[in-house]
């Protein structure tokens, strides 16, 4: 463990469900990430927070939701996705957004069918 | 935007051998960070290095920051070293903590 808690580690979904992914980190940071990795494409961010606010949304379509409810938990609400949104979901954790190490957590992997 | 460029892309090591990954950048960077991805999808932190050198171990990286690029090192490899190898860097001039990740060294060690 990494002291990033992702669960769960595996989902498949309709294209009608809503769902949610659900991440805690351990670490006492105060910056939390969505990052999506697709088959073939770099990693690439979804959404930062930080102090519990957001602070980047990087233009992902409404069906993604975040939720930071405190600093150690964060959410990714999933509602009318597409086969194409099928990948690895990777939280990650950092104290601060700009000068230190973050830490993954082991990722959601998301099948839309 | 900032580049990330590694090489090589694909690399074949026996058991015990040494290896040398790079990683270049088009910009100047103060938060470089080197991972590993293991078969299972799991990201792990190798190194937190926008300069100098560091060593964990059987791994080492070091960064010039001055001349864009960074190095990672792997002696003696294991079969467990086999995975993706990522470096990152913060874009400063783009979404805040956007972690700019390169296309990454697949490594495979066979024993």
């Known amino acids: 463990e990494t002291g990033v808690t992702q669960t769960p580690r595996h989902l498949v979904m309709g294209m009608t469900n809503k769902k949610s992914l659900k991440c805690e980190q351990h670490l006492g940071h105060n910056a939390m990430y969505w990052y999506k990795q697709s088959a073939k494409k770099p990693l690439e961010l979804m959404f930062v927070y930080s102090l519990e606010e957001r602070v980047e949304n990087n233009s992902v379509p409404s069906r993604f939701s975040p939720e930071c409810p405190n600093s150690s938990h964060l959410f990714l609400h999933l509602h009318t996705l597409q086969p194409e949104d099928s990948a690895l979901y990777l939280c990650?954790?950092?104290?601060?957004?700009?000068?230190?190490?973050?830490?993954f957590g082991s990722g959601t992997r998301l099948t839309v069918v | 935007g900032i580049q990330v460029e590694q090489s090589p892309p694909d690399l074949i090591l026996q058991e015990g051998a040494n290896s040398t990954l790079r990683c270049n950048f088009s910009?100047?960077?103060?938060?470089l960070q080197w991972f590993h991805q293991n078969p299972w999808g799991q990201l792990i932190n190798l190194f937190y290095i926008p300069s100098g050198t560091k060593q964990n171990g059987r791994l080492s990286a070091t960064t010039v920051a001055t001349e864009r690029y960074s190095l990672l090192y792997i002696s003696s490899s294991q079969t467990t070293d086999s995975g993706v190898y990522f470096c990152a860097v913060v874009d400063y001039g783009g979404s805040q903590g956007n972690l700019i990740f390169g296309k990454g060294t697949k490594l495979s060690v066979k024993p």
């Open positions: 990650a954790s950092s104290q601060g957004t700009l000068t230190s190490g973050y830490t």
């Open positions: 910009d100047s960077v103060n938060n």
